[in-house]
């Protein structure tokens, strides 16, 4: 399937590469929220080499949409760096974090500044923090047993911040501000978080606000070091000196970021499209499926949707010429239903293995906090499925608009105790 359109390619890719209605619409932030982006995907993955996406006359990417391909491209920062940028919000900007931010750093400086989290985040401690988890989770799905209408999608956005708050030892008070703020940061264009001046003005706003916040919150805590999260970045060396005052900022926002962005949007996923069906009966008639389950929803539900990365030099994917200083995104949703890596892959198998999903990246950047992210989903869903029965809609459901977040950002619900 090989189609050219003159108008939307530049230079000899127009002669190398497949530009079909998928790749046409794949950045629009408006498929995510009402179009069918999964008919996209699978049309992008029946092609024979990658799609050329041109956006204006001077910037377009390449889309990567199989799980082979994405291994190539994620496993290989070499070829494909993360530091001119890595959300497609930035496509041909570079990024003034490159270098200084987990995300926007390539190896080996990545490798140090990750070391102190991993170790923090590694499953152990946070395997001792359960009961905290476990707290937060019960507080937030205690307004569920009222028998009244419930946005599960709203107590989802708050959850992942509790949880990051605690763990960085943020005020309570802060919590709810930082819920908007940092889904701002992800989803600009989203009706509800956007400010009259349009998305970039509501992007620039809502960084300028983390950023202080974080710039704040980091200068106060050098004067009482503790072993919370903030503590251990201050802690932190690169090159022989501690981090600056700039990057303990930018790799706080990134950290919370991180939380905000994945765990929400699995469980909202699940029920948005399991209520009725019958899967989270079976599910709750057997609670010992929950970590495989737990990771079939995250495959399913691909909260993030797209990492973007530049050619470094010129090489090759499946048949398809890249130009060093090229753009690629991953398409995490569609790569997580490659049929080759995942059989019946649209199919919500609760006892699902192996699954090798992607949600989490892969490779250097593979999410640093995907323990925290793990132990927090099985907690919520074995208290939601122990606890509560019969989920039934109670309002019409509300997709984020964004690109780079797969979610949702209303979904009313009622349910019954147990």
Not at 109 to 136: D, Y
Not at 381 to 406: M, V, Y
């Amino acid at each position: 399937m090989r189609e050219r359109d003159s108008q939307t390619m530049n230079g000899d890719r127009a002669s190398r590469c497949p530009v079909t209605s998928a790749a046409m619409a794949v950045e629009d932030p408006v498929l995510y929220s009402d179009g069918d982006y999964r008919a996209v995907w699978e049309e992008m993955r029946g092609l024979d080499g990658l799609a050329w996406r041109q956006v204006d006359d001077r910037r377009g990417f390449w889309s990567v949409v199989t799980f082979d391909d994405a291994h190539r491209v994620l496993h290989d920062p070499e070829t494909f760096t993360s530091e001119r940028g890595t959300m497609l919000c930035m496509l041909g900007v570079e990024d003034p974090a490159g270098g200084r931010q987990l995300p926007a750093t390539d190896p080996p400086r990545h490798t140090i500044m990750r070391g102190s989290l991993q170790k923090a985040l590694a499953i152990r401690p946070i395997e001792r923090q359960q009961e905290m988890i476990r707290g937060l989770v019960l507080e937030v799905l205690e307004p569920l047993a009222d028998g009244g209408p419930f946005d599960f999608a709203e107590a989802m956005l708050f959850l992942p911040v509790a949880v990051g708050g605690v763990a960085m030892g943020l005020p309570r008070s802060d919590w709810p501000r930082l819920v908007t703020l940092l889904t701002a940061s992800s989803s600009p264009e989203d009706p509800d978080y956007l400010l009259p001046g349009g998305t970039q003005a509501t992007l620039d706003n809502a960084h300028r606000e983390l950023f202080a916040y974080f710039q704040d919150i980091s200068h106060e805590r050098r004067k009482n070091l503790g072993d919370d999260l903030i503590s251990v970045l201050i802690r932190t060396e690169i090159d022989g000196r501690p981090m600056s005052p700039g990057e303990v900022m930018s790799n706080c926002y990134s950290v919370l970021l991180g939380a905000a962005v994945t765990t929400p949007h699995s469980p909202t996923y699940v029920l948005a499209e399991h209520m009725g069906d019958g899967l989270l009966d079976e599910w709750a008639a057997d609670l010992s499926v929950t970590p495989t389950a737990v990771e079939e929803g995250l495959r399913l539900a691909s909260p993030v949707s797209h990492f973007m990365r530049y050619a470094v030099t010129d090489t090759e994917i499946r048949g398809t010429k890249i130009k060093a200083g090229d753009a690629v995104a991953v398409w995490f949703g569609a790569v997580n239903r490659d049929a080759k890596a995942f059989p019946d892959p649209m199919k919500f198998q609760l006892r699902r293995r192996p699954n090798r999903h992607v949600a989490f990246g892969l490779g250097p950047h593979y999410c640093v906090g995907h323990n925290v992210a793990r132990v927090t989903l099985r907690i919520l869903f074995d208290e939601l499925l122990r606890r509560f029965t019969a989920f039934e809609p109670a309002g019409a459901p509300a997709r984020l608009r964004s690109n780079f977040i797969s979610g949702y950002k209303h979904l009313p619900i009622v349910a019954r105790p147990r």
